[in-house]
């Protein structure tokens, strides 16, 4: 059984940063594609970032390109997902989820494990 731990959310002003973080327990870590999606009231859970096994390949939405950045370390069994220039619609709950297959999945039915959330809330 694969789990995640998301860590790293708060409150933040508008034009600020964040780094979250995931945790993934087991050995198996280097064999998952890992991706982070977001949740806001209301709304859908909605693709934001996407990183491959080995770190090598990362994909974005296109409302976060170029201000958010995922990255892994596989020897910490850890998902970065640092985000700058921080807007009020940044503001959901966001989990982070693992993938057993490779490539550019970008919805959640492709997405194997998921951790809890953790809330990002960006003040105007």
């Known amino acids: 059984q694969v789990q995640l731990v998301e860590s790293g959310g708060g409150l933040v002003q508008a034009g600020g940063s964040l780094r979250l973080s995931c945790a993934v327990s087991?050995?198996?870590?280097?064999?998952?594609?890992m991706g982070w999606f977001r949740q806001a009231p209301g709304k859908e859970r909605a693709f934001v970032a996407r990183i491959s096994r080995l770190g090598a390949s990362t994909y974005y939405a296109d409302s976060v390109k170029g201000r958010f950045t995922i990255s892994r370390d596989n020897g910490k069994n850890t998902v970065y997902l640092q985000m700058n220039s921080l807007k009020p619609e940044d503001t959901a709950v966001y989990y982070c989820?693992?993938?057993?297959?490779?490539?550019?999945?970008?919805?959640?039915?492709?997405?194997?494990?998921w951790g809890q959330g953790t809330q990002v809330t960006v003040s105007s």
């Open positions: 087991g050995r198996t870590f280097s064999s998952y594609a």
């Open positions: 989820a693992a993938d057993r297959q490779n490539g550019y999945a970008t919805g959640t039915y492709d997405y194997d494990y």
